[in-house]
Every structure is written in C-alpha cells, then in structure tokens.
C-alpha cells in the first residue's frame, strides 16, 4: 500500500515536482483559497503554512564545493498538502506533509523520502521562531530577531547512507517571481505565490557512506503555494534556478503542454537583488543531449536564452543520474554552465515517461 | 481381458447395491470425518497467519508502555524528532451488546513496508475520504455482513484481513475508540545508522513477535485433538471398509473362481480388482469430501466459538474451499481404500484356481494369534503408561493416548474370549452353552468391529468425564470466585467516587476490582489490586501458598499468581516476580484461573495504588445480604442512573460463564457421537459380513429344531452380549484416557490441572447407547436371519455333502 498511498498522496502534493495527470491537480479548487493578484505578503506569517491552500513547499537547493573543488549538490524539501482547507490539531489534521532530501556527487546520487501527518507535531512548519521539520531532518533560522527569518537558516536531513548539515546566510533580499509573487502557470490563468530566497552562502557539512566532508557554497530557497499550479494539459516541468559567476541570478521555468505549446516564465535577478519578470516566450530552453536515468531518456544537457539579456547558455547536469528514486519519481540536480555566462545552479525535470 | 473381468466384478455390485452402499458410505464417512476436521484445521491456521500477518505483527517488533497503558503521543514524536523509525497503532474493540469490531487505526504515512497493510487502490477510492472525518473502515465481506456496532463509518470491503476486525486510519480509530495516546509503536526492521539503540533513547518496553502470545501456538493443542478425532474417525470407517470388501470377496469366490478356470491370468484379475477398488473409492472419496465440507461448515461456526472463548483467537465461522485440501483427502481416501482391500487381494493372489467356491467364516480362531497380540498390547501400554508419567510435551501426551487406544484395541479379542469362556463355564444347558461358544467362535470376524466400537466408547467415556470434571470445577470455582453478589461499573473516576459515596452506607462491603494490563515474566498479563477482606480469604483456594499468605498479601509484602503464570514461567512460593519495572514481589502463594490463558497476579489494593497512581478502579464488587440484591440493583439504575449493563448480578455472571464454557466443548460432543455412529456402522458391515458364511454353522442348530426366529433372537443377543463385554471393557480405558486428558494433556496445553470426577450417570446413558448402536446394527442380519428361506438352510448340508 505505501507506494499507492504515496503516489495518491503525491498526486495531492505535486506540483513542483511532479508531473500533470495526477489527480487533484487540474481539477478546481474546491474549497480552497486561490492565489489572487496583486499578491500581498505578511512577513514571518507567510514563511509560515497557508493550511487554506492545497499545496505548498519549502524548497532548497545548495551547490557546494569540498576542500578538493569537488562539485557536490544537496537538495531539502518540504511538501504540505491539504486534504481539507481546515487546520485542526491532533489526528483529525487533514494536512498531510511530505519531504525529500538529495545529495548529488559526480558519480552518486543519494535520495531520501519522509511523510508525516500535520496536527501532532512529527512535521510542520512555525513562524516564530522559524522552524520547519519533518522527523528529525529540519530547516530551522538562526537568524537575529530583526532581520527577516530565512536571512539564515540551517538545515538538515539524514537518509541511508547520506546526510548534511548546513549553515545559510543571505546577502540579498527575498525574490518575488511574476507579478511581485503572483506567478502564472498557463495560459488559462492557473498562478501560485511565488518567492524565493536565492542568495545565500553556505558552509557546513556532507557525509557520504566514505566519510565525512566540510563544504561551501551557494544556495537558493524557493518558497511556493497555491491550490491549482497546473492546467490539465501540462505534462511536466523544467525548471532552473542559475547563478551567474557575476553574481546575477535566473529562475526560468517551462511547462511542457499536450496541446499548446510550451508555457515558459523567467525572472531575471540582479547581483543587488533588483529583478526583472518575463513573460511567456521570453525564455527559451531547448534540450540538447539526453541520457537513460531510471529507463527513460531525459534530456540532462540544456541549451538555455534570454535574447532581452544576451543570454545563451548550455547547463549541464553535474551527474546526470541525479535521479530523485521517490515515490513518484523525479530528476534533479546540479548543473554547470558554460556558454555567454558561466556560472552554476540546479535543474529540475518532472513528468518524463 | 481386463475389461471383462472387471464388467464381472462389478456385476457383483449390481446384484448386492446394498453392499455397494455400504463399502461407498464406510469409505465415505471415513473421507468425510477425517477431511473435515482437516478443513477446519486449515481454515483456522489460515486465519492464524492472516491474524499474525497483519501489520508484519509476525516479524515486526513493537514499543509498548511497561504497564500496558498506551504510548503518550509525545513520546511517539519524540522518537520520530530524533529520527527513529517507529509507527503508532491505536487499537481496541468496539462493542455493542453482542456486536464487537476490533479496529485497527493505522498512520499509512509512517507504517513500515513490512506491515503489508491492504491496498489504498481503486477506482471509488477516496484518499482523502480515508484521512478524514468521517473515514473509512477495511474489512472483510464477512466481517461487514455483521452484525456490527452502530454509528460506523463508511465501509470498504478488502480481501485478507482477519474476522471481526477493521483496518482504518488512525485518526478514525482515535475518534470511535476515544483514545488520543496510541496503543503501540511498530518499529521499522531498518533503523538509521547513525543513531544509537532505540533502547537507549526510549523507556518504553520493546517486544519481539515471538514475546508476544501467538494464537497459532496457542491454539496448537486444540487443532492436535481434532485432528486425533479426525484420524479416530478414519480408522473406524477403514474398518467398514475392510468388512465390506472382506464381505465381497468371500461371495465372489465363485465368480474369481470361474473367471480364473476360464484362463483369465491372475495379473488381469488383480488389475481388474484393482481398478474396481480406485473407481469405488473415488467415487466414495468425492461424496466424502462433500460430506466433510458439509460438517466441517457445520462445525465452524461452533469452533470459532470455542476458540475465541478459549484463546481470544479470531476465526471466520465461514469455510472456504482448498482444492488443496480436497486432493490431499482424496488421496487419504485410495490410501485408505487400499489398505482395507490389501488383504483381499492378497488372498485372490494365493487362491489355488480350483479352491471350493464356499464361502467360510473368515479366520479360524487362532489362539496363537490372539496371544501375540495381546504380548504386543501390553508393550503398548506400558509405553502409554511411561509416556503419560515421564512425558513433558503434548506431543507425548498425544502419544500416550494413542498407545492406550492401540494397545486397548489389540487386547480386546483376547480379553473378550477369556471372558466368554468363563462364562461358558457357568452357562446353563446346552443352547447357553452353544450361544457363548458360537459367539467366541465369531470373534475373530467381528473383532475389527468391536475394535471400533471400543475405541467410540472409551473415546466418549474418556472426553465425557474431561468435560464433566472440567465442568464441575469450573462451576465450583466460579462459586467460589464470584462471592460478591453485585458487580457495577462506572463510567468514569468522578462517577467512580459518588458510586462509592452512594454504596457505602447501602452495603456491606464495596471492593475495588482494578487491574492493569501489563508484562509478566515476559508474557502479556494483568495485575490485579485487591482489597483484604474475607470476601477473598475464604473463598480464594491457594494450590500452594507460603504460610500466612493472605496476612503477607495485606501488608503489601509479596503478591499471588495464577496457575498459568506459575507454570509457564516454573515459579513457586518463594520466587519473586516483577510486576512493572522496578517493582518486585515475593511470590506468596498460586491461585487457579481456569479458563484464562494470560498471566495474573494480585497484590493489595494499597499496593497497586501506589504503583499503578494513572489507574483508578471504575468497577466494584459489592457485597450485599442476598436478600437485598435486587433491590440494590433497582435502586443503582433508577435512583443512581446507572446503565442496565453496568450493574451486573454475580448469576448473570456464572450464567455468561457456563454458556462460552458449553460452547467450548460443543464441537468434543458433535465428534463424539459421530464416531459412536460410525463404530456402530462398522459393527453392522461386520455382523452382515458374518450372517451369510455362518449358515453353515446356523443350520445344524436349527435342523435340531431351534426356529428361525429363536436364532434370530440368539443373533440380536450374541450382539448385546458383545457390546456389552465391550463397554465393560472400554470403561477402564476411557477413565485412562480421562485421567490422560486432564493430568497429562491439559497441564500441557492450558497450563492447569483439574481434579478429575467419575459421572456414572453418564456412563450409564452411553452403557444404553451402546447397546442400542449395537441392536440397531444386529436388527438387520436378524431379521434376514429370521425370514431365511429353510431351503436355503438346506442347501448348507446338500452342499457339505
């Protein structure tokens, strides 16, 4: 039953990493709240959980580098899912939470699945102080009182034969992709709040089953809710978050459609933190050479451009096997680019039969 | 060649259906017994494995609180916060009068792969329906067809979960049980790596699989005594069997002699024999699976009785069909069939071609014989003997009585000899004379039948004096445990208190009854507070006790256990026991407990209070003048409120008792008489097998003058006189095998002991069974006796000339 459950359960989550076709996903939004524009944020409050909605994540993703130069990835998420719009406590909760943590070499790629019920504290998420955690695997702030909650973080998780602890500090300010965070999905109208938190350095840890090694870096958080972020053709996603070696920054996104063509958004970030949203058809992302992960040809070498930003990049995966081998299955993992601007970032790939 | 030997065989049948009947019954009552019992064997260890397979229960280990309260939820998420692997079960039983539905709450999101719980799958499958309120409830088919407690979410039929119970989420089970704590924690087979033993991190008490009390383990004995039964019953019908093809045999001499003149090679005529056995005894071998499938689904139901009432052990009171099952009795069946028919063949085999074509009674008296058997009984019961006394296993116990029943049977034709012959001795004239010699004479014919008929009865007076003396006990300690004459329980502490308020100046006494389910020598148990009142000293019979026990009791010095406790764990007075961790008692004295398969211990009231603080007595027995009882009672549920069901009369409690004690013991007396019937079948085949060869020695007394009906008459008593001699003879054995049951058997199986009590009366019904089985089974071959054709009489002589 587990994989079932958890596949149905996924269907529920979905979204960012998961492929259209699920159940729920499509459908209205019966009950729930939906995203509305112009999207205004309350801060701590909605680092928090936004129970009212179907779906939401806490998602994190860190390029790290070992004292050799080696290129490392680390990944933690946390999934919430509403069965109901409601916020009961105790085993009544009808908020389910899902997490998945990753850590990618150049040769190995290691995944861990957590799932928990909300309402009796094994998972969740408080404002203050910042804490979110499902079992022992958390993101937890450090920083002071004054500044906002996610300018420092850490974070960790352990799974079989893997696990890292890291420190994040920020040395910009939050990110709101589309419409200052109300970001479109599709062409029919389907949007999610959307912010992120790209600019923190990383210190900390990895163990891999060889040992122990210090790490730093760079990484990106991408917060997200919204109750409907896929139309019911959209198959599948690919997603990007870059960094420049200029300290510019990309998020770029395409949803692969059934029936229309692809629907494709971008915010481009400056090294001070000033963005610029694009709408669809600015950005252009084509593969470029695929491999066999997990019996399935997926296109881990990427021809990205942003002609507004005289961008034409290739990203290249760090492994290309950097299969997230979860209940519902998924690609992700670092990338290294090359091209009109180098740089490195993570890539994620959804919906591939 | 083989064909036509084998259309001239059965032509045999065509002019005796009578016969034919009979070979096909015997062998079918014998499939039928014998396929039965194993049908209900199969289906209740099925249900076993199910029941252990549930949530890996078989191999998964779980995390319970010492005392046997649930897990405090905290504790469960502070295990998850450091990263163990554990899921949290809540589950209990719901009732409503006689509806009961044990749930099963579950969290899917952190169970282990192991638990195997069914599928979450389908097209009307509703996840989120499953998670919330109102939920969704998995059970069997069966277990939905009810009857069920009312109020009960949605239900959802899936295949492979045990008999009465309900899979649901754990926050259904939560809400309908009323319980936020879970009952337990299942711990995952791989825990993290990196984190130190659970044990060190958690004061909750791990138990393996194996700790915990297996009801296929438990069960074990009862499934060997069925299948005793099974096998007694099979052995009976062999015996039909053998008396029926002996029968055709003798009477087709004739036939085989004339087919072998005519040059019919005697491989074809075995062949043919052969062929004829395999058609039959299929035949028989399917009407007697279709027999057995029919008692076995008769009994099931009264066997899941007694099981849960015996074990707590779940059974569906429904049968499925195992082809399996069927193929393998099929096979018993020609096994059987060919063990019955071996010697006939054998003696087709070694018949000279031109042998007289009369029929003669089977086996001439063989002293010889009858001696060599009677050295190979007493081996045998003297094996049963030195099992019963120096054995320690069921296994043995089982093997004591098999050798008792063996040896028994082997001693029967001698002992009856003897005992004709002596009566001889005083018979008066000469027809007394010929009718004891005449019988002697054809007790090597019938003493396969009389075998049978033997093992019926001793097997009956045997179980019948188990079950009475377990019954006699069990009412006589009943008596003495429920001395309180009301029982009341409240709903809750605050209503607990004014009850006590309320009784105190109404009774004589108000005794908190208060336990606490928890782990006794490593086995689930309860411990028990008592107050010290005579109530308890008069009444409760120590089996053996330190001096003084009761006074050391009172003071909180030590603590009492049951007899099952006592013998599992091999304590005695003087040991001492943990009852909860950090708690440790001398062992004061051991109590029986029949019909409890836990582990118990009592210590004071004062005691249990302050080890066990969370648990406050709800229930009390009052003690009240008998005259004012029901008075009391009235005053509890009109003036106080109380519900009807929670004031309980101490007779509606003995009434409760004795009926799941009869049930128990319904299926030993369903089997019983069956295999009286079959015994007294068999000794019908073999008095026909007998009537037709002993012409011969009939017809000189009757041409000196005896009539018909007077032989007749002689036939029906030569009958009772053997049945009779038989019972006489089954008596000692059944008392041993009564003596067996309860002092060798028992101790081994449930752990306790029972005195054990003679019931002449019912020895005198089953004397009168006998010998009615007996009449019955003679009435038939006296009445042809009686309405011979003297011609045929005749013939006899015409033929020695």
Redesign the interface.
Known sequence: ??L??CA??LC?IAGHATAQGFAGLGSDAEGFAIPQSPAIFDFPTDHGAHPAYRIEWWYLTANLTGPDGTAYGAQWTLFRSA??PNDAT?????Q?WMAHAGLTTPDTHLSAER???GG???AGVTTTPFAA?I??WSMTSTAPATADALDALSIGA?G?GF?YDLSLTASGPLIFHGQAGYSVKSAQGQASYYYSQPFYDVAGSITLPGGTIPVTGTAWLDREWSSQPLSETQDGWDWVSLQFDDGARLMGFTLRDSARAPFTAATWIDADGTTQSYPDGALRMTPHATTQVAGRAIPTTWRIALPDRALDITATALNPQSWMDVSVAYWEGPVTITGTHQGRGYLEMTGYE | MVYTALSTLFSHWRRHPGQLAMLVLGLALATALWSGVQAINTEARAAYADAAATLGQDRLDRLVRADGRPVPLADYIALRRAGYLVSPVISGELRAGDARLRLLGIDPLTAPPEANTPTLQGEDFNLAAFFTAPGLLLMTGATAAGPLPPDLPPIRTTESFPPGAALTDIGTAARLLGQSDPSYLLIWLDQPAHLPPLSTATNLQRVAPEQRADPAQLTESFHLNLTAFGLLAFAVGLFIVHAAIGLAFEQRRATIRTLRALGLPLRSLLTAFGLELAVLSLFAGLVGIILGYAIAAALMPGVAGTLRGLYGADLPGTLSFDPIWALAALAMTLAGAALAGAQAMGRTARMPILAPALPQAWHQASTRQMRRQAGVALALLSLSGTLALWGDSLILGFGAVACLFLGAALLLPITLSTLLRLAQRGARGPLGEWLLADTRQQLPGLSLALMALLLALSANIGVSTMVGSFRATFVGWLDQRLVAELYVTAQTEAEAARLVAYLTPRTEAVLPVVWADTTLAGRPGAVYGQADHPTFRDHWPLLAALPDAWDSLATGDGVLINEQLARFAGLSPGDSLTITPGVTLEILGIYSDYGNPEAQAIITDDLFAATFPDIAPTRFALRVAPTATAALASALRDDFGLPADAVINQTQIKRFSLEIFEQTFLITGALNLLTLGVAGFALLTGLLTLADMRLPQLAPVWALGITRARLARFELIRSLILAALTFVLALPVGLALAWMLLAVINVQAFGWRLPMQVFPADAGRLLALALLAACVAAALPALRLARISPSRLLKVFAHEA
Do not use: V
């Open positions: 039953m587990k079932s459950l149905a359960l529920l069965l109901t105790g085993w009544e909760a009808s389910l799932l928990a019920r009796i504290g094994q955690w079992d022992d352990i079989d696990a």
